[in-house]
């Protein structure tokens, strides 16, 4: 048995779900366990691009168990499409399982987080617009819709006109937005209900037998440890916990039977949406950054904030989520960056900063001190740690030195196959 979480170590988009792709190979069952589908998740497979926002990145192997934990939030309309979507590329979804106690995205929370959005005005969060947020927020306020609920009727539909006395009050009269109709929600959400109930299982005791059985089970984490409600840069954070500590709530798995946890990073950073970001290049070099990389959201299509390697926020990172592993990407867009800067720590009143400050205020004067490394040639049809260009190892092995936590993955490319297993 051996059980593996992968998380993001930064803002997210670090190319989580090219190595849990990868990872999915050797397990028996992926589990998504936190967020929605504010994720995206790409994958590149003999040439044909994925973009998964809800299935488990599992599902491009055949024969793999791919859970949707009780801590993700599900939009029923987009799981159905995005299954519609993957058949269409002939890729079979019947070993999709979806746990019963999972919370619905309602059409309302979709309204919700837009008004809430607007109404934020300069200090919008820049969510995805989702609904990810009010989905939450009603789970701990104890008025969510579970995917329970969607299977039975009855309950579903008393569900909905109850929360739609609220929703519909606040919508009206505190955002001045157009009220819901219950029973076309109603209809709509019936059948959604008809398509997914197939599908919903306790995932919780499905897992314990997994566990029993002695599989090899994979955590899929989405959005990443600086977007975690409690651990990120709050307010600028999403309304759920990405880090490793979510897959004990979100799958309902006792930390004893964690081993290895893999943290995701790009070799420089970026994040999409609004919020500090101390290493951000808002010039040039961001710009060189984003043309290089490809750098725009893969749910959203915005073009997304880069900057520099910010190892402070991976020795964070690595704290928080008790890493084993790190797994670097797009080690071949940052060579031909020119003149590289990593930073290794920051400077506030002369002081020298190792952590992050709670404090957004406090944040934003700790500056960056940097380092300067030299590029390197193309290095996306390597296979072989021992082949990467000097300058290259280098620049590996300080974040390696600087993070505490041995580099296992080198990303050299979106393909599958272009990773290179560092020994
Ligand atoms: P995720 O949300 O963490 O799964 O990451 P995304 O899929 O949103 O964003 C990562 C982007 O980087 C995708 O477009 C990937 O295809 C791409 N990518 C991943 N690894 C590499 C790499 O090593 N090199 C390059 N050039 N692109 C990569
Ligand atoms: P993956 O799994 C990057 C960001 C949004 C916004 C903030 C809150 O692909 O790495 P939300 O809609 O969650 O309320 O938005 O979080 N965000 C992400 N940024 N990658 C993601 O997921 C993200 N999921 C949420 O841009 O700043
Ligand atoms: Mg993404």
């Not at 992926?30 to 995206?40: D, E, K, L």
């Not at 919370?103 to 008004?115: A, F, G, V």
């Not at 989702?130 to 579970?146: L, M, N, V």
């Not at 919020?275 to 893969?298: C, H, K, M, S, V």
Request: glycine share 10%.
């Amino acid at each position: 048995m051996s059980t593996k979480i992968v998380v993001g170590t930064q803002w997210g988009d670090e190319g989580k779900g090219k190595y849990i792709d990868r990872l999915a190979k050797d397990s028996d069952v992926v589990v998504r366990f936190s967020g929605g589908n504010n994720a995206g998740h790409t994958i590149v497979a003999n040439g044909v691009k994925y973009a998964l926002h809800l299935v488990p990145s599992g599902i491009l192997h055949e024969g793999k168990k791919c859970v949707i934990g009780n801590g993700v939030v599900i939009d029923p309309a987009v799981l159905v499409k995005e299954m519609d979507m993957l058949l269409g590329k002939g890729i079979k979804t019947d070993n999709l399982l979806i746990s019963d106690r999972a919370h619905l995205i309602m059409p309302y929370h979709r309204e919700l987080d837009k008004l809430q959005e607007s109404f934020r005005g300069n200090f919008s969060i820049g969510t995805t617009k989702r609904g990810i947020g009010p989905a939450y927020s009603d789970k701990t306020e104890r008025s969510g819709i579970r995917v329970c609920d969607l299977i039975d009727g009855d309950s579903f539909a008393e569900k909905v006109k109850e929360n739609l006395k609220v929703k519909n009050l606040i919508i009206e009269r505190v955002y001045g937005g157009e009220p819901f109709n219950a029973d076309e929600i109603i209809d709509e959400y019936r059948n959604y209900g008809d398509i997914l109930k197939p599908f919903v299982i306790d995932a919780n005791a499905f897992l314990f037998e997994a566990l029993e059985e002695n599989k090899n089970i994979l955590f899929e984490g989405a959005q990443a440890t600086f977007l975690d409600l409690d651990f990120g840069t709050y307010p600028y954070v999403t309304s759920s916990n990405p880090v490793a500590g979510g897959v004990c709530t979100g799958a309902g798995i006792g930390p004893r039977y964690i081993d290895e946890v893999y943290g995701v990073m790009k070799a420089y950073t970026t994040r999409v949406g609004a919020g500090p970001f101390p290493t951000e290049q808002d010039n040039e070099a961001g710009n060189t950054i984003r043309e290089l990389g490809f750098e725009y959201g893969t749910t959203t299509g915005r073009p997304r904030r880069c900057g520099w390697l910010d190892t402070v926020m991976i020795r964070y990172a690595a704290r928080i989520n008790s890493l084993t592993a790190l797994a670097i990407n797009h080690i071949d867009t940052i060579g031909k960056a020119g003149k590289i800067k990593l930073c290794t720590s920051y400077v506030k009143d002369g002081k020298t900063i190792k952590s992050i400050p709670a404090s957004l205020k406090e944040l934003e004067l700790c500056k960056p001190v940097y380092e300067e490394f030299e590029g390197w040639d193309n290095v996306s049809d390597i296979r072989k740690y021992d082949d990467l260009p000097a300058n290259a190892k280098k620049y590996l092995s300080r974040i390696q030195e600087l993070t505490g936590v041995k580099i296992k993955l080198i990303g050299v490319g979106s393909g599958r196959e272009q990773t290179i297993e560092a020994v």
